[in-house]
């Protein structure tokens, strides 16, 4: 089973960026679909972006054109820059795998917060 760590969050005034990063340990990674979902308090658990193992991706409509996921399969990390910030990214990140040979492992989250 795949290991991932997420890194990269912090505190960053809306209209910055952030570039989140999720380091694959064990597993396939290059063999697993990866996505990276958010959850707020208070708020469920969701889908910011997703990418595929060739590299095609998915966003959630609040994200599209601000974020962009990447994947370096050399360097088994896969990455979320995020610019434009709002204050309702406002949220704990994790990376997950939802495809693939190491389907259904999480990182233990990244909190990121941004201020007005």
């Known amino acids: 089973q795949v290991h991932l760590v997420e890194s990269g969050g912090g505190l960053v005034q809306a209209g910055g960026s952030l570039r989140l990063s999720c380091a694959a340990s064990?597993?396939?990674?290059?063999?697993?679909?990866m996505g990276w979902y958010r959850q707020a308090p208070g708020k469920e658990r969701e889908l910011v972006a997703r990418i595929s193992r060739v590299g095609s991706t998915y966003y959630a409509d609040s994200v599209k054109g601000r974020f962009t996921i990447s994947r370096d399969n050399a360097k088994n990390t896969l990455y979320l820059q995020m610019n434009s910030l709002k204050r309702e990214d406002t949220a704990m990140y994790y990376c997950t795998t939802i495809g693939g040979p190491d389907f259904g492992s999480w990182g233990q989250g990244t909190q990121v917060t941004v201020s007005s």
């Open positions: 064990g597993g396939i990674f290059s063999a697993n679909a």
